[in-house]
């Protein structure tokens, strides 16, 4: 989701028709919650704004034989209200300034897809607002393959394998896989707000929480991790 928070009697010129998006009014204040799509955006006239723009979250693996994979960590968080957190523990960013007639490209990136019971978890897409980046949810596969840096995804059950760092300033990392056969588990996702959960024997890890943020006029907690899997009843021979 992308999320602009305009001054009082402020508005886009225009929003181009590939984006989904809802506008409400919070204290005479428009807020512009774009919520999927990409295209370009157009000011009237140079003023600073509050945004809110997180990717895409990770999807979580399957179960595969003899390991259990790591839950899908969340899509990377980038704020910059007042008096509120970007994800990884960093503070809110400077808001932004465009400058009169200024056309920028907004882009909410999607959620990875499900996948099937074998398959590995699949990265979230990017979130664009103008030169504001956030990276899509990460995750990691078999063999310990990268997926993806939003927030750290996590390692896959027949060997631990370290989660995939999160990207400074949006989230954290995943928390670490168990081996185990039966009980291998995978980490939870990590979240906007804290690392993923480490798995124990027959036990997932759990997903991180997300930060909590009241651009739209109610606090809303956004952007945390997913849990794991076990493969509990698993003897490989």
């Given at each position: ?131 504001i980046l956030s990276h899509g949810g990460g995750v990691i596969k078999a063999a310990g393959i ?13 060997t631990t394998f370290p989660p995939q760092p999160a990207t400074a300033g949006q989230g954290f ?65």
């Amino acid at each position: 989701v992308v999320i602009a928070r305009l001054p009082a009697g402020k508005a886009f010129t225009s929003i181009g028709s590939g984006l989904t998006y809802d506008l409400d009014i919070v204290n005479d204040q428009p807020v512009y919650s774009f919520t999927a799509g990409t295209d370009d955006c157009e000011i009237g006239d140079g003023y600073p704004f509050q945004y809110l723009v997180i990717a895409g979250g990770g999807a979580g693996g399957g179960n595969n034989v003899g390991a259990a994979r790591g839950g899908g960590g969340a899509g990377g968080y980038r704020s910059s209200v007042a008096g509120e957190s970007s994800g990884g523990g960093a503070s809110a960013e400077t808001p932004k300034i465009l400058n009169i007639g200024y056309s920028f490209t907004v882009t909410v990136g999607a959620g990875g897809a499900g996948v099937n019971f074998n398959d590995a978890g699949t990265r979230g897409f990017d979130s664009v607002f103008d030169d504001i980046l956030s990276h899509g949810g990460g995750v990691i596969k078999a063999a310990g393959i990268s997926l993806g840096s939003g927030n750290g995804g996590v390692g896959v059950g027949a060997t631990t394998f370290p989660p995939q760092p999160a990207t400074a300033g949006q989230g954290f990392d995943g928390g670490d896989a168990v081996q185990g056969n039966p009980g291998a588990a995978g980490g939870g996702g990590g979240g906007a707000s804290a690392k993923g959960g480490n798995a124990t024997l027959f036990n997932g890890g759990v997903g991180a929480n997300g930060v909590a943020s009241s651009i739209t006029g109610t606090s809303v907690y956004r952007a945390g991790g997913g849990g794991s899997v076990t493969n509990a009843n698993e003897n490989k021979t």
